[in-house]
């Protein structure tokens, strides 16, 4: 069994947003039941429950580990249940939380050279001393074994790919029009296994296009994560929220002949549930349509505490 738990399901910016005053972001604030508040994406991964490794850390990460009883410390006065940290990209709402994770407990970082890259490049990541944070480098279509900081073997498997996507906001090349100077390792999806137990969880939270290796990773899925920022490619433009399409931000959208619903439809997946929903997603609202119509698709939308155990 791989035990899985959500730590986050929203996009960057969470639910509701700071600086938001939409109907839906209004609701999320009252407290109203059927829009529940998310936190930046982010899930856990387990073999035993008592070792995680945390796919991507968000800017929540602190909040929370808090409010996550799994990853409490429960060994001598400083310790923690976390052992590693995933990264499938660069942005901010993937590594920021890192900061929260500066106080001299030893874990893992496992990344591709493009984003350890991008940690090298903004000095503030000095803060985690290597003699307390190691790396491990991951390269697409390479099978890991995820170890924790002790180099013990969790049992659990990794195996990163490449996923059409974007450099992170922060890191765009404006002169380069066309791809922002987007390359390989800027965007992976994740592919967990448990060394002799059936289960296989798939992870793409950034995705801009379905093609052919990314449907062959979904197809047989036990558990499928995938990118849920926006229902519609021109939301935020539409709403008055924002002037850039789902596409310019490096995200398929859910909807549509051409949104990752229709693109995956045909294959044999156990669970599909979509987490990084943006808060101008109407598919975060419980009792909205678009909710309704990708229930019927076959669809969940994750929630921030959601456990799944896969086998
Ligand atoms: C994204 O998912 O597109 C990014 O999180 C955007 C951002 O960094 O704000
Ligand atoms: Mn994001």
Redesign the pocket.
């Known amino acids: 069994m791989i035990r899985v738990l959500v730590l986050g399901a929203g996009?960057?910016g969470g639910f509701p947003q700071w600086n938001s005053n939409s109907e839906a972001c209004r609701r999320a604030r009252s407290g109203d039941p059927r829009a529940l508040p998310a936190t930046q994406?982010s899930v856990g991964v387990s073999a035993d429950g008592d070792r995680w490794f945390l796919i991507n850390a968000a800017p929540d990460l602190r909040e929370q580990i808090n409010r996550q009883p799994q990853l409490h410390p429960t060994e001598g006065l400083r310790s923690s249940p976390i052992a590693g940290i995933i990264l499938t990209n660069g942005?901010v709402?993937?590594v920021a939380g890192l900061l929260h994770l500066r106080e001299r407990t030893p874990f893992k970082i496992y990344a591709h050279p493009r984003i350890f890259g991008v940690l090298d490049a903004n000095p503030i990541f000095k803060v985690l001393a290597p003699d307390m944070v190691t790396r491990e480098t991951l390269s697409t279509g390479a099978t890991t074994a995820l170890r924790g900081p002790d180099g013990a073997d969790s049992g659990l498997r990794l195996t990163p790919f490449a996923v059409p996507g974007k450099v992170a906001l922060y890191m765009e090349d404006a002169s380069r029009s066309g791809n922002f100077g987007t390359q390989e390792g800027d965007t992976i999806g994740l592919e967990i296994t448990r060394e002799g137990a059936p289960g296989r969880v798939v992870f793409i939270a950034?995705c801009a296009a379905v093609d052919a290796a990314v449907r062959s990773r979904c197809a047989g899925a036990d558990l499928l994560f995938f990118d849920g920022?926006l229902w519609r490619n021109d939301e935020m433009v539409t709403r008055g929220e924002g002037v850039k399409t789902g596409q310019r931000m490096g995200h398929l959208s859910m909807a549509g002949p051409d949104g990752s619903m229709a693109a995956l439809a045909d294959l044999d997946i156990g669970r599909r549930v979509f987490i990084?929903i943006n808060n101008t997603n109407p598919a975060l609202l419980s009792d909205s349509p678009e909710r309704a119509e990708l229930e019927a698709a076959g669809w969940q939308v994750a929630e921030d505490g959601m456990e799944i155990a896969v086998s």
Do not use: P, R
């Open positions: 996009a960057g994406a942005d709402d993937a950034n920022t990084h």
